[in-house]
């Protein structure tokens, strides 16, 4: 069993950056892969980034590459993603999920939001124009 809890949130302007963190509470940290989603009023949840439980390999939404940063800290059970130049279309609730690393081993399983298995609660982002 894992817990995960977001912060870092807020109300921003364009081209802003903003920090969110994910703290874990539970099962071994370490054991697990880590990504953060996202989901706009009105449209479905989808993939921003994950980063291998490790934090050796990354994985980017083409709509953040170059702006986002997923990074981790394994002796402080927490992930982080750095945002960057952030735009209003980036304003959304943002979430954190875990899952083992065999369930979502490869490059398409790690973005597919049903095989992550526990969720945070969710931070609202939102990017004033």
């Known amino acids: 069993q894992v817990q995960l809890v977001e912060s870092g949130g807020g109300l921003v302007q364009a081209g802003a950056s903003l920090r969110l963190s994910c703290a874990a509470y539970g099962d071994t940290f370490s054991s697990y892969v880590m990504a953060w989603f996202r989901q706009a009023p009105g449209k479905e949840r989808e993939f921003v980034a994950a980063i291998s439980w490790s934090g050796a390999t990354t994985y980017y939404t083409d709509s953040v590459k170059g702006r986002f940063t997923i990074s981790r800290d394994n002796a402080k059970n927490t992930v982080y993603l750095q945002m960057s130049s952030l735009k209003p279309e980036d304003t959304a609730v943002y979430y954190c999920?875990?899952?083992?690393?065999?369930?979502?081993?490869?490059?398409?399983?790690?973005?597919?939001?049903?095989?992550?298995?526990?969720w945070g609660q969710g931070t609202q982002v939102t990017v004033s124009s």
């Open positions: 999920a875990a899952a083992l690393a065999w369930e979502v081993a490869g490059d398409q399983a790690v973005r597919e939001r049903l095989l992550y298995t526990y």
